[in-house]
Nanobody
Framework: QVQVEESGGGLVQAGGSMRLSCETSGPTFRTYAMGWFRQAPGKEREFVAARSWTDSYRDYADSVKGRFTVSRNSLQMNNLSPEDTAIYYC????????????????????WGQGTQVTVSS
């Protein structure tokens, strides 16, 4: 059973930066892809960024392109705005194809509990 845990959330001023980490534990022989999603109050969970198992392929939501960078186990967020305020979730898809990048919550089986990111204006 894969377990997922996010860390690194908190409060930051607009224009600031924050780095979220995602730690996974469990069987390591499986290939897995990783995705980041967020959910603001009253809104549906939305895709933020994702990377393939090989980390050769990455994709981003249009709203964060050029500001966020996903890597093997982290999400670097720069030039944050109040619109980025949300609970951020890390998710893992087991048995992913080597270069597959997955964009919908239904693609992922294992989720962290989320970490709050609040950006003040």
């Amino acid at each position: 059973q894969v377990q997922v845990e996010e860390s690194g959330g908190g409060l930051v001023q607009a224009g600031g930066s924050m780095r979220l980490s995602c730690e996974t534990s469990g069987p390591t022989f499986r290939t897995y892809a990783m995705g980041w999603f967020r959910q603001a109050p009253g809104k549906e969970r939305e895709f933020v960024a994702a990377r393939s198992w090989t980390d050769s392929y990455r994709d981003y939501a249009d709203s964060v392109k050029g500001r966020f960078t996903v890597s093997r186990n982290s999400l670097q967020m720069n030039n944050l705005s109040p619109e980025d305020t949300a609970i951020y979730y890390c998710a893992v898809k087991e048995s992913a194809s080597l270069n597959g990048v997955y964009h919908t919550p239904q693609d992922y089986v294992h989720w962290g509990q989320g970490t709050q990111v609040t950006v003040s204006s």
